[in-house]
Nanobody
């Protein structure tokens, strides 16, 4: 099955930006909906954005207007551009398909300082 490796996280100050990447070991062409999730310590993993194979996007209210999800099927890569970061965005960020039960990757840590 497709394996996913997240990268691009780091430590930034509030108001800064990061661009996360999700590299797939297999083709994501056949996967209709891909998403970015995040999980803060002691909290459940939450879906923050998703995108269909046709490019339709949706965002959680908490990130709408600040984050942009995109996908490049030819490069088997999913992206999350994060702008105007806030301390409450601090979490481990994961990519995955929606609804088909792929194994989770290790995620990438995003830490936003106040």
């Amino acid at each position: 099955q497709v394996q996913l490796v997240e990268s691009g996280g780091g430590l930034v100050q509030a108001g800064g930006s990061l661009r996360l990447s999700c590299a797939a070991s297999g083709s994501i062409f056949r996967i209709n909906v891909m998403g970015w999730y995040r999980q803060a310590p002691g909290k459940q993993r939450e879906l923050v954005a998703h995108i269909t194979s046709g490019g339709s996007t949706n965002y959680a209210d908490s990130v709408k207007g600040r984050f942009t999800i995109s996908r490049d099927n030819a490069k088997n890569t999913l992206y999350l551009q994060m702008n105007s970061l806030k301390p409450e965005d601090t979490a481990v960020y994961y990519c995955n398909a929606l609804g088909i039960g792929l194994k989770w990757g290790q995620g990438t840590q995003v830490t936003v300082s106040s």
